[in-house]
């Protein structure tokens, strides 16, 4: 596991939610969790929602705004929003505010909390995945790819 997973899963780990636990966050719509961000991964919902949204057809939309990739450690294909500038800006922010609000991405709709799908190892289960969420308090460097 390279440093960067490491550090993915340590937060995971030390930050998992349960459906009984309260955190508080407060949005003042500042635009921040929107910049230096390269790891917007989009579902095939979020596609079809942004398109959509923007009357766009999937392949004019998959052209403007995003990449296509294969993960390099999951080896799935990888479809995120492609970020702009120096400051690594999600290209559907404008004027500080999301121009896709009512179709966000469902990571971006989540945001702050974050979900994984886990493999839990504890013999006493079949492995079945079980979805986890979790609240990181300490700031996540966004500015890697999480897959
Ligand atoms: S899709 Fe909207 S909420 Fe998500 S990063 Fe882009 S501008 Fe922000």
Redesign the pocket.
């Given at each position: 596991m390279n440093a960067r997973m490491e550090e993915i899963m340590n937060a995971i780990e030390h930050n998992k939610l349960t459906a009984d636990d309260p955190f508080r966050f407060h949005c003042t719509q500042c635009?921040k969790?929107?910049i230096n961000?390269e790891d917007?991964l989009l579902t095939p919902l979020d596609l079809f929602r942004?398109a959509n949204e923007l009357k766009l057809s999937l392949k004019e939309f998959i052209d403007q705004y995003c990449e296509l990739y294969i993960g390099p450690d999951s080896h799935f294909p990888i479809i995120r929003?492609k970020p702009r500038g120096s400051i690594k800006r999600?290209?559907?922010?404008k004027n500080r505010?999301?121009?896709?609000?009512k179709a966000?991405?469902a990571?971006?709709a989540m945001?702050p909390i974050g979900r994984v799908i886990a493999f839990p190892e504890d013999g006493t289960s079949s492995n079945a995945p079980v979805i986890e969420y979790f609240y990181p308090k300490l700031p996540i460097n966004y500015t890697h790819n999480l897959v």
């Open positions: 635009g969790c929107c961000r917007i942004i929003l999600c290209p559907l922010l505010r999301c121009s896709v609000h966000k991405p990571m971006c945001f």
